[in-house]
T-cell receptor, first 114, second 112 residues
């Protein structure tokens, strides 16, 4: 089955800096890669996703890159703000009708210091 | 659109009791997924259901756990004879099929 590794486990940055979180996956058939943000005690919320037919996607301060050959994908947050502090999870799935059957990484605790 | 609704939000059970967790998917979504999140860990897939069918239960423990998604009503995750190790947050997600999954607020189960 799929295995997703996520690094770093914790990340501390100053407000305004950039943050980068990296994930690798094992199943070359995976073709859908979402990122979720989870605040303490709350639900995971989808913040951005990418499908295997593109290499990069951007939404305001958030961008995701995908390298299918190397089987890794990354989340980039620019101009970080304290409200970006949360746990971030990457995930991978084979897509099709199983877009919800996700294999998650272990999570990254991002702390943005004012 | 009310989103994915889970209830109860918090559930306390004594060891040996049964826990029933409910999930109503978003309107128009016919695919439901259950995940378990242990404290300070990531989410682990448990089961994938469509109406009246279990599609993939590869993440479900072999004993004491069952899930259903009847023709009418919410999806239910049932845990029989709960043990302390079952204490976790259980999240339900729904999708329209080929599209992103949206998560509910979760049910936090505490076994005492």
């Amino acid at each position: 089955g799929e295995n997703v590794e996520q690094h770093p486990s914790t990340l501390s940055v100053q407000e305004g800096d950039s943050a980068v979180i990296k994930c690798t996956y094992s199943d070359s058939a995976s073709n859908y890669f979402p990122w979720y943000k989870q605040e303490l005690g709350k639900r995971p919320q989808l913040i951005i996703d990418i499908r295997s037919n593109v290499g990069e996607k951007k939404d305001q301060r958030i961008a995701v890159t995908l390298n299918k050959t190397a089987k890794h994908f990354s989340l980039h947050i620019t101009e970080t703000q304290p409200e970006d502090s949360a746990v971030y999870f990457c995930a991978a799935t084979g897509g099709g009708t199983s877009y919800g059957k996700l294999t998650f990484g272990q999570g990254t605790i991002l702390t943005v210091h004012p | 659109n009310a989103g994915v609704m889970q209830n109860p939000r918090h559930l306390v059970r004594r060891r040996g009791q049964e826990a029933r967790l409910r999930c109503s998917p978003m309107k128009g979504h016919s695919h439901v997924y259950w995940y378990r999140q242990l404290p300070e860990e990531g989410l682990k897939f448990m089961v994938y259901l469509q109406k009246e069918n279990i599609i993939d239960e590869s993440g479900m423990p072999k004993e004491r756990f069952s899930a259903e998604f009847p023709k009418e009503g919410p999806s239910i995750l049932r845990i029989q004879q709960v043990v302390r190790g079952d204490s976790a947050a259980y999240f339900c997600a729904s999708s329209p099929g080929e599209g992103e999954a949206f998560f509910g607020q979760g049910t936090r189960l505490t076994v005492v």
